[in-house]
Every structure is written in structure tokens, then in C-alpha cells.
């Protein structure tokens, strides 16, 4: 029977990972930005519908691979969600000392189509399967896996990840669209910097918590 409580718990973790997996301002968030401001707020939308399409693509994977081991999931809770921890610190430390210019891209003059701009996010992100490993730490922090979990409920879940991103997008191209005349490559660095820092205090919490053998997610 499918509980109420169960469902929002789903629901708001998934959401959570999809908006941390999304967030730092790598290649395709660069890119993202890059076209909102110089081809309109839509082109750069559906670059991160892109790039969430491919996340959901590996959040898939890494949940698939994580169900083969359930038994060991839940013998090594403590240091799996440790490991979680530190992983979602190294990669808020590495967020925030990152310098996502660096990423910018020569401007063309032609905006091409809505599923060019799609297609081109998709394969960007698709290219880096390194993001497996940061879903297999927020996986693993969130206890987003578990044994008996019921197909509606996976699917939930999933669904969450990809709203949680698609939610990140809409709301980085509305602010950068908003905000269009005041922004500048100084901009980027600090929203990125300032996306770093969060994601940091978030793991140092987390770590704190796992340590005193408490959990708050």
C-alpha cells in the first residue's frame, strides 16, 4: 500500500538531487546561461532540458546498479552515507574554486533550432559519466534506494530528479533573462561560487549529522 508520508519523502529528496546534480555552473550550465543571454530565454531553457534528459539517463543507471546490492546498501549505511558526504564536499569545494569562464564558448551568430540547442545539451552532458559517482553520493546520503520500493514509487522518485533540475533551469534562465543588461562574466563567477558554498554547507551538515549517528533527510 502506498503511504502518503512515503510518497512526499520520495518526492522531496529526488527534487533536492536534481537541483544539486543540476546547479554548478559546469560546461553545459555555461552554456545554458551563454544562450540566454544571447539567443533569448528559451533557447536557453531547452539547453538545460537537455542536460536534464541525460542526468535522468545516468539516475537511472546509477539507481539500476545500486538495486544489485541492496544487502550490502544496508549493512554499510553509516559509511555509504559518509561517503556520500565527503563526495558532495569535494564536489561543492571543487564547485566553488571552479572558474566556469573558462567554459564560455565563441558566440555564433545563428541561433539555430529549439532541438539543435537540445541535442547539443544532451550529448555535452551525456559525454561526462563522471556524474555517475555524484549520484551514487547523493544516493547514498539521501538513502534514496532502498529494498521493496514499489514501481510507482521509483518512478515518483525519478520524476522528482527531473523536476527538481527542470525547476533549477527555468529558474536560472527567468533570473539571467531578468537580469540581462547586469550581467556579466563577474556574474557567473560569483553565482557559481555562491552555488558552491551552499553545496557545501549542505555535506558539512550531512557529515556532521552521519557522525553523531543522526539523520535529517
Known sequence: MIQIGTIFDILWKGFIIGVIVSAPLGPVGVLCIQRTLNKGRWYGFVTGVGASLSDIAYALLT???????????????????????????????????????QSLRPVSANKGSYLHNFLTAFLVTLSN??????????????????????VFE???????????????????????NKVRTQFNLRGIWILNR????????????????????????
Not at 552515507?81 to 563526495?87: H, K, P, R, V, W
Not at 555562491?194 to 556532521?208: A, T, W, Y
Request: aromatic fraction near 22%.
Open 63 to 101: 539507481g539500476y546498479g545500486m538495486s544489485f546490492v541492496f544487502d550490502y546498501v544496508n549493512k554499510n549505511i553509516f559509511y555509504l552515507q559518509l561517503f556520500g558526504s565527503i563526495l558532495l564536499l569535494a564536489f561543492g569545494v571543487y564547485t566553488f574554486r571552479s572558474n566556469p569562464v
Open 154 to 176: 521509483a518512478a515518483t522518485g525519478y520524476a522528482a530528479i527531473a523536476l527538481g533540475a527542470l525547476a533549477w533551469w527555468f529558474g536560472i534562465t527567468y533570473f539571467v
Open 194 to 217: 555562491v552555488i558552491g558554498s551552499i553545496v557545501v554547507v549542505v555535506s558539512v551538515v550531512g557529515l556532521v549529522f552521519t557522525l553523531l549517528g543522526q539523520s535529517i533527510y
Open 129 to 150: 559519466p563522471l556524474i555517475i559517482f555524484l549520484f551514487v553520493g547523493l544516493f547514498a546520503r539521501f538513502a534514496f534506494v532502498s529494498e521493496g520500493v514499489l
